[in-house]
């Protein structure tokens, strides 16, 4: 499936980061830089990937039952099954993939990717060096804090919650400790949403570079940064926190009293996802 990439002559931005982390802000400014997304805000299409693991499903099922084991055991059944959702024809989601690289016609195209499982799989395969990865992170606890009042606002769970709280914090520690154990070994951009917030030209500078740009004009950052504003409209109704600046050491405020004990006792969890306890 990745061969589409070649014979369109695209390149693949692979968002790796957990929920509530600022992905669809990247996202949003990623398409303010020239790259391909597909729907909009909050960017959850992920129509190259759901067609990567048919792909590779079928390589594996002629390849004999064995085979086919060990791509289930991998990630088969949690992703596809995720990544189906709301996708009821997994065949028509391939065909308006198909249809909607070959109008593109060169340059790069990003979805958000589920997993770093998915993403060394897609990594491995990549033999014509088509796939630049991004990892985002945000500290545990300002997730962990965004995804509980994201989730109180919707009405029902998800980002992990399954009302045990330790066990949720652990799951987005361990995840962006996977995110640093990969991007360690295959490489990529490692970007850090208090960046995104708190030094975003420095941060559109380094994605520019990432995808290949030398020439990089004052200007052009600066129309990036005014086209996609941190707390702007399109991304005002995705937050929790009243203003961006707000969104960072949440745990700090009032708001994270509640779990300082908590995130106390996890000290070596937040270590080892790149942020201090």
Known sequence: MLGTLVRNDLRFVAVCSFGRSGSSYLMALLQAAGVQVADAMPFEDRALQISFIRWLAGEMEAAGPAANLAVAGAFGAEYYSTMLEGAADPAECEARLETRLAAMRGGWFAEKVIGTE?????????RRDR???????RDPRDIFISAKQF???RGFRSFADDGD????????CRFQSEQLWVHARSGGLLIHYEDLVARR?????SVLRHLGHEAITTARVAA????????GEAVRGHMTSATAQQSIRR???PEGAPYRALF???TAALNASGYAG
């Open 151 to 153: 989730n109180a606002r």
């Open 131 to 137: 796939i630049r990865p991004i990892y985002l992170l």
């Open 165 to 172: 709280d330790r066990q949720m914090l652990h799951t987005i």
């Open 251 to 253: 745990w700090e405020a």
């Open 264 to 266: 106390a006792e996890a």
């Open 201 to 205: 030209e420095q941060t559109i500078v």
């Open 224 to 231: 990036i940064r005014t086209h996609v504003p941190v707390g």
């Open 118 to 126: 998915l993403l060394r799989m897609m990594l491995a395969f990549d």
